[in-house]
């Protein structure tokens, strides 16, 4: 009897042994882990959906496009009303080892008189992943076009804040804007509760002519890259803790400088419930700058050469301190998010590289068997690495929807407002797009453009 009862304990104990080993290899199934690539795009209320084109017709009124240059009654903000048409593809398919989320988007907008403001705007955003095993797989991402519009192009999207490092925001000006970031990530599950990710990306933004040569001169192009590696661990089944480290330079393409930068972040993850979860990170970063500064000069030299002041190669060294949190929840068809981070992004053409703060809500529906809705609100600031000029402040908020009408009919309705304005020029405080007219696409629930 004894014999059996030990024999019987030494299979139990090598039952859960074996369980447990089990339950800690594999695919890191954790809460989401900042500064991780994930599944981006092709997502509308919460949810996957399954590729689906879609082309519209609308109506749109601006009351106040901005150029580089006044109009010629002197203003920087002019009024004009257009109709724009577009096309697009956007959804998920997934295989075995593999799948691809893909949202594009390419629309043409003509308004009358302002034909200078006339033009294509195009959104492309791809991301695929292949599972090499449970334990290693390979993540390619790419985010480029060009977007004609200061604001409402690209805001409805589901970016994450590495996305954000080569797709334009905060921007001051209509003008055409080229951009295109390309990003690979390869993570190892070492086990479920421990795992390493490695990554990085190349980016390019440049600003094109609306028909005068001062647009083109005016605004400051930036490309550049970034890498990071990410060590997670799964404290409990809804709690992780993460460390990580990233490098990056920008390079700006028509003006003298650079700046490089290192940062260390620590970040904790936590499912609160089924379908609330709680992703936050505090780090710092070492900032390095290769800029032009003025000195002054001997007063002696200065008699000379007939100037107080002379132009030097300078490299300030800064500390700055690095905040991200991400609040969200799932429900069976929509999705509400809260977001807040503290960063360096590549400025806007007019501020360069900057300390940028980003708090924003999203809200997107899409439940019912007719009606699709998107919210959003946020507040956004810019403080130039190395400029003096002052600080940018933005407050935006925008609606959305779709009405299916009949079949493959909808109705569209969009609005977008912000106010804004800038330590250099009070140029434009208040602007507002508004825009109805239909989409055509076939599919049993409604369109979800945004």
Same mark, same amino acid.
């Given at each position: 009897?004894?014999?059996?009862t030990?024999l019987?304990?030494?299979l139990?104990?090598?039952?859960?042994?074996?369980?447990s080993?089990?339950?800690?290899e594999?695919?890191?199934?954790g809460?989401t882990?900042?500064?991780?690539?994930?599944?981006?795009?092709?997502?509308?209320g919460g949810?996957?959906?399954d590729f689906?084109?879609?082309? =519209?017709?609308?109506?749109?009124?601006d009351?106040?496009?901005v150029?580089?240059?006044?109009?010629?009654?002197?203003?920087?903000?002019?009024?004009?009303?257009?109709?724009?048409a577009? *096309?697009?593809?956007?959804?998920?398919?997934?295989?075995?080892?593999?799948?691809?989320?893909? =949202?594009?988007?390419?629309?043409?907008t003509?308004?009358?008189?302002n034909v200078?403001?006339?033009?294509?705007s195009?959104?492309?955003?791809?991301?695929?992943?292949?599972?090499?095993?449970e334990?290693?797989?390979?993540?390619?991402?790419?985010?480029?076009?060009?977007?004609?519009?200061?604001f409402?192009?690209?805001?409805?999207?589901?970016?994450?804040?590495?996305?954000?490092?080569?797709?334009?925001?905060n921007?001051? *000006?209509d003008?055409?804007?080229?951009?295109?970031?390309?990003?690979?990530d390869?993570?190892?599950n *070492?086990t479920?509760?421990?795992?390493?990710?490695v990554?990085?990306?190349?980016?390019?933004?440049s600003?094109?002519n609306?028909?005068?040569?001062?647009?083109?001169?005016?605004?400051?192009?930036?490309?550049?890259g970034?890498g990071?590696?990410?060590l997670?661990?799964?404290?409990?089944k809804?709690?992780?803790v993460s460390?990580?480290?990233g490098?990056?330079?920008?390079?700006?393409t028509?003006?003298?400088?650079?700046?490089?930068?290192q940062?260390?972040?620590?970040?904790y993850?936590v499912?609160?419930?089924?379908?609330w979860?709680?992703?936050?990170?505090?780090?710092?970063?070492?900032?390095?700058?290769?800029?032009?500064?003025q000195?002054?000069v001997d007063?002696?030299?200065?008699?000379?050469?007939?100037?107080?002041y002379?132009?030097v190669?300078?490299?300030?060294?800064q500390?700055?301190?690095?905040?991200?949190?991400?609040?969200?929840?799932?429900?069976?068809?929509?999705s509400?998010a809260f977001n807040y981070?503290?960063t360096?992004?590549?400025?806007?053409?007019?501020?360069?590289?900057?300390?940028?703060?980003?708090?924003?809500?999203?809200?997107?529906?899409?439940?019912?068997?007719?009606?699709?809705?998107?919210?959003?609100?946020?507040?956004?600031?810019?403080?130039?690495?190395?400029?003096?000029?002052g600080v940018?402040r933005?407050?935006?908020?925008g609606?959305?929807l779709?009405?299916k009408l009949?079949?493959a009919v909808?109705?569209?309705?969009?609005y977008?407002?912000?106010?804004?304005?800038t330590?250099?020029?009070?140029?434009?405080?208040?602007?507002?797009?508004v825009?109805?007219?239909?989409?055509?696409?076939?599919?049993?629930?409604?369109?979800?453009?945004?």
């Amino acid at each position: 009897m004894r014999l059996r009862t030990i024999l019987l304990g030494l299979l139990t104990l090598a039952s859960v042994s074996l369980a447990s080993a089990q339950d800690d290899e594999g695919e890191y199934q954790g809460p989401t882990i900042l500064d991780r690539a994930g599944p981006s795009v092709g997502q509308r209320g919460g949810q996957a959906v399954d590729f689906r084109p879609y082309g =519209d017709v609308e109506g749109v009124y601006d009351s106040g496009l901005v150029g580089v240059v006044p109009a010629a009654n002197g203003q920087y903000g002019v009024g004009a009303e257009g109709i724009l048409a577009g *096309f697009g593809l956007m959804g998920n398919r997934n295989w075995v080892h593999d799948s691809l989320s893909v =949202d594009y988007r390419g629309t043409y907008t003509y308004y009358q008189p302002n034909v200078g403001f006339n033009g294509l705007s195009q959104y492309l955003g791809l991301n695929y992943t292949h599972h090499f095993s449970e334990r290693l797989k390979l993540n390619l991402r790419e985010n480029g076009g060009i977007t004609r519009y200061a604001f409402g192009e690209l805001t409805y999207l589901p970016l994450q804040n590495s996305d954000l490092v080569g797709v334009p925001a905060n921007q001051l *000006f209509d003008v055409p804007t080229y951009f295109s970031q390309t990003g690979v990530d390869l993570t190892y599950n *070492f086990t479920r509760r421990l795992s390493l990710d490695v990554g990085g990306d190349g980016f390019i933004i440049s600003y094109g002519n609306t028909g005068n040569a001062a647009n083109q001169l005016a605004l400051i192009g930036v490309d550049g890259g970034t890498g990071r590696a990410n060590l997670a661990y799964r404290l409990t089944k809804r709690q992780t803790v993460s460390v990580d480290y990233g490098f990056s330079h920008y390079s700006y393409t028509n003006a003298f400088g650079n700046v490089q930068f290192q940062s260390v972040g620590l970040g904790y993850a936590v499912a609160i419930s089924k379908t609330w979860q709680l992703a936050t990170e505090i780090g710092g970063y070492r900032v390095q700058s290769l800029t032009l500064t003025q000195v002054p000069v001997d007063p002696a030299i200065a008699a000379i050469v007939g100037s107080q002041y002379a132009t030097v190669v300078s490299r300030p060294v800064q500390f700055m301190p690095m905040y991200q949190a991400a609040l969200t929840h799932k429900f069976a068809h929509s999705s509400l998010a809260f977001n807040y981070s503290k960063t360096i992004t590549p400025g806007n053409g007019a501020y360069l590289t900057a300390d940028t703060q980003n708090a924003g809500v999203n809200f997107s529906y899409l439940g019912s068997r007719r009606l699709a809705t998107s919210l959003i609100a946020g507040y956004s600031d810019m403080s130039a690495i190395g400029q003096q000029i002052g600080v940018f402040r933005m407050e935006y908020a925008g609606c959305g929807l779709t009405y299916k009408l009949y079949d493959a009919v909808h109705l569209e309705l969009r609005y977008d407002y912000r106010h804004f304005n800038t330590g250099v020029v009070n140029y434009l405080t208040n602007e507002s797009r508004v825009s109805l007219g239909l989409a055509f696409s076939p599919g049993p629930t409604p369109l979800a453009v945004w």
